[in-house]
């Protein structure tokens, strides 16, 4: 649909007034007419014009005096003004340019001449409003993904990072600074190399895009994972002069199981360091991996179907994580547990702080005894146990795998002991 636009036109003479007024109708505009200055303020306060035709001489009010007051409510591009003159009037003219006018046309008008400026000035401030509407989009969306924008000058190495951006890494707006090293320098010794070699490899090749996941230095202290993703502003010749994109915090994608939120292998295996490094450093601290494997889970993934299988699994996610948190083991000062599933039909269980390996086995049956009630899927009773292997961290733990090496180890052999459902790891199963 074609905009219309709408029109003021200032004049104290009737005959001005109409006869302008009708020509601008026939032109497709909507015209307003203002019988001298203080109807014209009057208007413009209340309703919404394009554009303003300001005649210059006018009894009580000039046009120059209605000019001085329009600029503390609108802007020259908010609302473009013509003055309507006299050819003897030019130091008018030149005034009127000074308090903001945009154009001029002279009396006896050229109505050719005078549609032409018009239609000048009305698509102006067309197109700021539109751009001024895109850039808003665009701002909003940007607050709606949370992201960080970044924008890399490449013929001065200097980057200008977004305050979100720098929200994201914990800092304030005035503490980064303008060089990319302010980047790079945060990014995880592992990923460093990945990260330069998918940006030089972006900006040589001329593809279309740049994007990269890393983990990138907190304030805190703590690494976060990032998705990054930018592209090359290239000249003529396709040699790049600039590169822009965005940060993603994906941490917590990148660290949950997809299907129960819980937490997945990779931060798992952070937790477990964090837990035997805690152990080095204290000798009275102790930990324990439970590894619970459902019994039967294939039974039901098969003949229910997999969309059943995941709900059973989100299931007993919620059974499973409800009994920890009344057990008396984890609920005394210290102790704390962490569940995860890595994968599969099996759930880990951290116990941090426990006193001896029995705390283990009594958290071990009492989830065995919470899953022995039948959940309620889509309608249906499923049934599923759990067979449970312990690894303790008095086995003397250097590495996460190491701990999940034996607590799977454990699982195994209460799997193929008909006479136990929860064994304890012992060196001599290996």
Same mark, same amino acid.
């Given at each position: 649909?074609?905009?219309?636009?709408?029109?003021?036109?200032?004049?104290?003479?009737?005959?001005?007034?109409?006869?302008?007024?009708?020509?601008?109708?026939?032109?497709?505009?909507?015209?307003?007419?203002?019988?001298?200055?203080?109807?014209?303020?009057?208007?413009?306060?209340?309703?919404?014009?394009?554009?303003?035709?300001?005649?210059?001489?006018?009894?009580?009010?000039?046009?120059?005096?209605?000019?001085?007051?329009?600029?503390?409510?609108?802007?020259?591009?908010?609302?473009?003004?013509?003055?309507?003159?006299?050819?003897?009037?030019?130091?008018?003219?030149?005034?009127?340019?000074?308090?903001?006018?945009?154009?001029?046309?002279?009396?006896?008008?050229?109505?050719?001449?005078?549609?032409?400026?018009?239609?000048?000035?009305?698509?102006?401030?067309?197109?700021?409003?539109?751009?001024?509407?895109?850039?808003?989009?665009?701002?909003?969306?940007?607050?709606?993904?949370?992201?960080?924008?970044?924008?890399?000058?490449?013929?001065?190495?200097?980057?200008?990072?977004?305050?979100?951006?720098?929200?994201?890494?914990?800092?304030?707006?005035?503490?980064?600074?303008?060089?990319?090293?302010?980047?790079?320098?945060?990014?995880?010794?592992?990923?460093?190399?990945?990260?330069?070699?998918?940006?030089?490899?972006?900006?040589?090749?001329?593809?279309?895009?740049?994007?990269?996941?890393?983990?990138?230095?907190?304030?805190?202290?703590?690494?976060?994972?990032?998705?990054?993703?930018?592209?090359?502003?290239?000249?003529?010749?396709?040699?790049?002069?600039?590169?822009?994109?965005?940060?993603?915090?994906?941490?917590?994608?990148?660290?949950?199981?997809?299907?129960?939120?819980?937490?997945?292998?990779?931060?798992?295996?952070?937790?477990?360091?964090?837990?035997?490094?805690?152990?080095?450093?204290?000798?009275?601290?102790? *930990?324990? #991996?439970?590894? $619970? =494997?459902? &019994?039967? !889970?294939? %039974?039901?993934? +098969?003949?229910?179907?997999?969309?059943?299988?995941?709900?059973?699994?989100?299931?007993?996610?919620?059974?499973?994580?409800?009994?920890?948190?009344?057990?008396?083991?984890?609920?005394?000062?210290?102790?704390? *547990?962490? #569940?995860?599933? $890595? =994968?599969? &039909?099996? !759930?880990? %269980?951290?116990? +941090?702080?426990?006193?001896?390996?029995?705390?283990?086995?009594?958290?071990?049956?009492?989830?065995?005894?919470?899953?022995?009630?039948?959940?309620?899927?889509?309608?249906?009773?499923?049934?599923?146990?759990?067979?449970?292997?312990?690894?303790?961290?008095?086995?003397?733990?250097?590495?996460?795998?190491?701990?999940?090496?034996?607590?799977?180890?454990?699982?195994?052999?209460?799997?193929?002991?008909?006479?136990?459902?929860?064994?304890?790891?012992?060196?001599?199963?290996?």
């Amino acid at each position: 649909m074609m905009r219309q636009g709408s029109l003021l036109v200032v004049d104290d003479n009737e005959l001005n007034r109409d006869a302008l007024s009708r020509c601008l109708r026939q032109w497709g505009y909507l015209a307003t007419v203002a019988a001298d200055g203080r109807e014209a303020l009057e208007l413009v306060e209340t309703g919404t014009y394009d554009l303003v035709l300001l005649d210059v001489e006018m009894p009580g009010m000039s046009g120059l005096d209605v000019l001085t007051r329009l600029p503390t409510a609108h802007s020259d591009t908010e609302l473009p003004v013509i003055m309507v003159t006299a050819r003897t009037q030019g130091k008018d003219i030149v005034e009127a340019f000074r308090l903001g006018a945009n154009d001029y046309v002279t009396k006896p008008i050229d109505f050719p001449v005078a549609l032409a400026r018009i239609s000048t000035q009305v698509s102006r401030k067309w197109a700021v409003e539109d751009l001024r509407a895109s850039e808003e989009r665009y701002a909003l969306a940007v607050r709606g993904a949370n992201d960080g924008l970044w924008d890399w000058n490449l013929a001065t190495n200097e980057v200008h990072w977004s305050p979100r951006w720098k929200a994201m890494l914990g800092h304030d707006v005035s503490e980064i600074g303008i060089s990319p090293d302010e980047w790079f320098n945060r990014v995880h010794p592992e990923d460093i190399g990945r990260v330069r070699q998918t940006l030089t490899a972006h900006l040589g090749d001329g593809s279309d895009h740049y994007e990269n996941e890393h983990r990138v230095l907190h304030r805190s202290g703590v690494f976060r994972w990032v998705l990054c993703r930018g592209a090359a502003v290239r000249n003529s010749a396709g040699a790049a002069t600039r590169l822009a994109g965005s940060f993603s915090d994906v941490t917590d994608a990148k660290l949950a199981d997809p299907l129960t939120g819980l937490p997945n292998r990779l931060l798992f295996l952070a937790l477990l360091e964090r837990a035997i490094k805690r152990t080095e450093r204290r000798t009275n601290s102790m *930990f324990a #991996l439970l590894v $619970l =494997g459902l &019994d039967r !889970f294939t %039974v039901v993934n +098969d003949s229910l179907g997999p969309l059943t299988g995941d709900r059973l699994l989100v299931a007993v996610d919620r059974r499973l994580q409800s009994s920890l948190r009344t057990t008396d083991v984890v609920t005394h000062e210290d102790a704390a *547990f962490t #569940l995860a599933r $890595l =994968g599969g &039909d099996e !759930f880990n %269980v951290l116990l +941090d702080e426990i006193t001896d390996a029995s705390d283990a086995i009594r958290v071990a049956e009492r989830l065995r005894s919470a899953l022995q009630e039948p959940f309620e899927v889509e309608g249906q009773q499923v049934f599923t146990s759990a067979t449970v292997g312990i690894a303790v961290s008095t086995t003397g733990y250097e590495r996460p795998d190491e701990v999940l090496r034996d607590a799977g180890v454990a699982l195994h052999r209460a799997k193929s002991d008909a006479t136990t459902a929860v064994e304890i790891f012992d060196p001599a199963m290996r």
